[in-house]
């Protein structure tokens, strides 16, 4: 089955992606003993983006699974993840070897690099390896999705596997909510109603401390049900343009965080708190802004898109 483009699909990645520039900005701009953790807007982003993300992946992954075989779907998912992991991981090297000193000139400093700088991609390749493995093994039925997150519960945390075993939960809930087309039984639920109760519940799991399991799917539904029930009435605009590029929007602002803002550009902590909150914020549009434009250059050229985007 070939995808239909879905716009409230793209605005939710968006959306996704900019709360994690701007709960980086948060986590790196701030002053170092700042307990940013204890920061509320933190702790909204840090409760459900990454769960998000993979859910929304897991959707995604689902047209593939109808339309590829094992091999091509796998050599697909190489292009796709695989070499964008290699080639933001040699920047990431290069970036540690200049401005850090940290990493000997030495395939082994690059190969950990590219294995552990951007668990992510990592966790969205072998989630796809599972993904195909269901369909093949079980034919996508429900009993195979809970075969393969058993076999994943107690596969050992070795390498760069550790990711995964958090994320694949949320991989498989984005695959099945595409499968059986469960946002499309909301329409008779009271849109509002539904989205205060799981709002509700989202502040409430947050304030009790549950684990990510909770945190990460109450807070991806209430997201996710909010581009749906908007997506026939409003215009996702730039929302769209980012989730489009979110992955190299990811991936290019994590090296700056990482190598610039948390040396160079952390605000002092003699400034109030509406200074620092203003820093902040403006830091994270500017930051998402730059990484947008360098996503839109890198994919006018076929090798750079390639390379770094997997296109």
Known sequence: MSRVRENWIDAARGLAIYSVVLGHSIQYGTPQNYEFRANEVFQLIYGC???????????????????YNLLYGVYAKIKGIMIPCAAWGLVTWICDISLCGNSNISLKGYLYYTAFSNWFLWAVFYCSLYGFATKYLFHSHILGYVIVLFVNYIM????????????????????????????DKIKGIPQMVLLLVLGGFYLLTLKLGCVELITGTIGSALVLVGFYCLKDHFYFGILCRLGQVSISIYLS??????????????????YRYLVKAGYIFLMSIVLTGM??????????NSVTRRLFMGR
Not at 169 to 180: A, D, K, R, T, W
Not at 291 to 300: D, G, I, N, W, Y
């Open 49 to 67: 983006h990454m769960p998000l993300f993979m859910i929304l992946s897991g959707y995604l992954f689902w047209y593939s699974l109808n339309r």
């Open 156 to 183: 050992p945390e070795i390498g760069n596997y550790s990711g995964t075993k958090r994320m694949l939960p949320f991989f498989v809930m984005g695959i099945l909510l595409n499968q059986y087309k469960i946002l």
């Open 253 to 270: 602002t994590g090296i700056v965080f990482f190598f610039w803002i948390k040396e160079y550009f952390r605000i002092s902590d003699s």
């Open 291 to 300: 990484a947008f434009v360098l996503s839109k250059l890198l994919q006018k």
